[in-house]
C-alpha cells in the first residue's frame, strides 16, 4: 500500500432521507477527517457504490421513503460482503434493530443521536474493519505474496482478503477455504469480541448447502481451527461460549 494512499482520509457514505441530518453528518464528519458522500435513498446510494472506489464505512438510515435501509442493507451484504456499514433507527424501534444486526450491521444509533458518539462508533468499527499491511515475510516473496492493497483482516498468523475473499499464511501463500468457510470469517472479522449464538451465525453467514438440521456451523468452526489456530485442540481466535455459540477474539 502506497504512503499517499494510507495517508487518505477513509470515505463514509451517508444515506438518509433528511437533507438537514445529511448536511450536518457531512460537515461534522468532514471536520474530524473524513471524506463524504451523501445519498438522499437507496437508489442514489446503489448509484455512488456503482460509480465511486467502495467507501471505508456507509451509514444507513432504516426509515426512508420507497427502499428502506434495511432492504439496502440485505443488498449491500450481498453485492458488497466487505463493506463495514452502521445503521441510524428511530427510538424505540427494536426489531429494526435486531433485523438491522442480523443482516450484518457492525453497529446502529438512535435517532437522534449525539454526535460525538457517532463519531466514536465509526472509528471503533473502522478500527476492527481497516486495512491491515501484508507481514513482513509476504513481502520477502513476491511470488506467493498476498496483494499489498485491498481491505485484509488478520486471523493471528493469517490475512483474509475481503476483495479477493482469500485466506493468506505468513508466507503469502493462499490457504484453501471453501465460501462457506469465508462466509463464516467474514461474520467473525465484522463482529470482534462479539458472542454470536446458532442461528445468528446461520442466518448471517447463509449459504445454500448450510443444513439447518444438523451441526454443520461446529463442524465448519472445527475445520477453519485447523486451518487458522496454532493448536486447534486449544483455540485462541475463534474461543467457544458455553451455551451461547463463539466469539472471535483478535490478537
Request: overall charge negative; hydrophobic content about 45%.
Amino acid at each position: 500500500m502506497s504512503l499517499s494512499a494510507s495517508l487518505a482520509p477513509a470515505t463514509v457514505l451517508v444515506v438518509d432521507d433528511e437533507p438537514e441530518l445529511r448536511e450536518l453528518l457531512s460537515e461534522y464528519l468532514g471536520r474530524h477527517g473524513f471524506a463524504v458522500q451523501a445519498a438522499a435513498d437507496a437508489q442514489a446510494a446503489r448509484q455512488l457504490l456503482a460509480s465511486q472506489a467502495l467507501p471505508a464505512l456507509a451509514i444507513l438510515d432504516v426509515n426512508m421513503p420507497g427502499e428502506n435501509g434495511l432492504s439496502l442493507a440485505r443488498w449491500m451484504r450481498d453485492a458488497h460482503p466487505g463493506l463495514p456499514f452502521l445503521m441510524l433507527t428511530t427510538a424505540g424501534e427494536t426489531v429494526d434493530r435486531i433485523v438491522g444486526l442480523e443482516l450484518g450491521a457492525d453497529d446502529y444509533l438512535a435517532k437522534p443521536c449525539e454526535l460525538r458518539e457517532l463519531l466514536a462508533r465509526v472509528r471503533a468499527v473502522l478500527r476492527r474493519t481497516q486495512l491491515v499491511p501484508a507481514p513482513a515475510a509476504a513481502a520477502a516473496a513476491p511470488a506467493a505474496a498476498a496483494p499489498e492493497e485491498g481491505r485484509r483482516v488478520r486471523f493471528g498468523e493469517r490475512l483474509l482478503d475481503l476483495d479477493q475473499r482469500k485466506l493468506f499464511a505468513a508466507d503469502g501463500s493462499e490457504i484453501e477455504i471453501t465460501a462457506a468457510e469465508y462466509d463464516l470469517l467474514l461474520l467473525f472479522a465484522r463482529h470482534p469480541n462479539r458472542p454470536l449464538n446458532r442461528d445468528q451465525i446461520m442466518e448471517q453467514a447463509h449459504n445454500r448447502g448450510w443444513d439447518v438440521f444438523d451441526r454443520s456451523i461446529d463442524l465448519r468452526v472445527m475445520r477453519l481451527r485447523r486451518k487458522i489456530e496454532r493448536n486447534p485442540d486449544k483455540p485462541e481466535l475463534i474461543k467457544t461460549v458455553r451455551n451461547v455459540g463463539y466469539v472471535f477474539v483478535p490478537q
